[in-house]
T-cell receptor, first 116, second 115 residues
Framework: AQSVTQLGSHVSVSEGALVLLRCNYS??????LFWYVQYPNQGLQLLLK??????LVKGINGFEAEFKKSETSFHLTKPSAHMSDAAEYFC??????????????FGKGTKLSVIP | ETGVTQSPTHLIKTRGQQVTLRCSSQ?????VSWYQQALGQGPQFIFQ???????GRGNFPPRFSGLQFPNYSSELNVNALELDDSALYLC??????????????FGEGSRLTVL
């Protein structure tokens, strides 16, 4: 079964500082990996995804993530935090749910706070 | 292109009651999934519907059931509500052909409180 583990339920950074949110995965097959963001009282929005090919993937709002098979990691980074980045971030892996269908298995989330 | 819309946004029920949550998928999408997000947790997969048939289910009991309609709108029904059913219920739609990439488009959710 596929799973993801997010290290740190809460991360605080200063505005303009580097953002690093950690995600490790477990998968018996080549993984499809995702980062989603959830702003307060809203649904989830896709930030970026890795399926195959280039291991460094760029997403919206200046975020990027690197797939590292040797480390089973898919950490999310942004060079310079902005106040608008304050939200909860979820790492997810595509999992097979039977009958030819797939689901997303999410981590528990990391809440990012940005300090002015 | 309309997004995913859910109703109601908030509701309160008592233990033992039944609830129906509704979702309207994004235009052009053929698949709808439901997720439960308990407070402080990530979303957990309940089930998925494709062409009006359930074709994938997570670790949820049969009192969680659903429907998908020809216009790709959907319902989630929960019978015999328990306190632990209190959560944000998220509907997500997608277009699945061969080799789904995994991108889901989420609604803003229905927050259910069970007293």
């Amino acid at each position: 079964a596929q799973s993801v583990t997010q290290l740190g339920s809460h991360v605080s950074v200063s505005e303009g500082a580097l953002v690093l949110l950690r995600c490790n995965y477990s998968s018996s097959v080549p993984p499809y990996l995702f980062w989603y963001v959830q702003y307060p009282n809203q649904g989830l929005q896709l930030l970026l995804k890795y399926t195959t090919g280039a291991t460094l993937v760029k997403g919206i709002n200046g975020f990027e993530a690197e797939f590292k098979k040797s480390e089973t990691s898919f950490h999310l980074t942004k060079p310079s935090a902005h106040m608008s980045d304050a939200a909860e971030y979820f790492c997810a892996v595509r999992s097979y749910s039977g009958a030819g269908s797939y689901q997303l298995t999410f981590g528990k989330g990391t809440k990012l706070s940005v300090i002015p | 292109e309309t997004g995913v819309t859910q109703s109601p946004t908030h509701l309160i029920k008592t233990r033992g009651q039944q609830v129906t949550l509704r979702c309207s998928s994004q235009s052009g999408h053929n698949t709808v999934s439901w997720y439960q997000q308990a407070l402080g947790q990530g979303p957990q997969f309940i089930f998925q519907y494709y062409r009006e048939e359930e074709n994938g289910r997570g670790n949820f009991p049969p009192r969680f059931s659903g429907l998908q309609f020809p216009n790709y709108s959907s319902e989630l029904n929960v019978n015999a509500l328990e306190l632990d059913d209190s959560a944000l219920y998220l509907c997500a739609s997608s277009f699945i052909a061969v080799g789904w990439s995994g991108e889901l488009f989420f609604g803003e959710g229905s927050r259910l409180t069970v007293l």
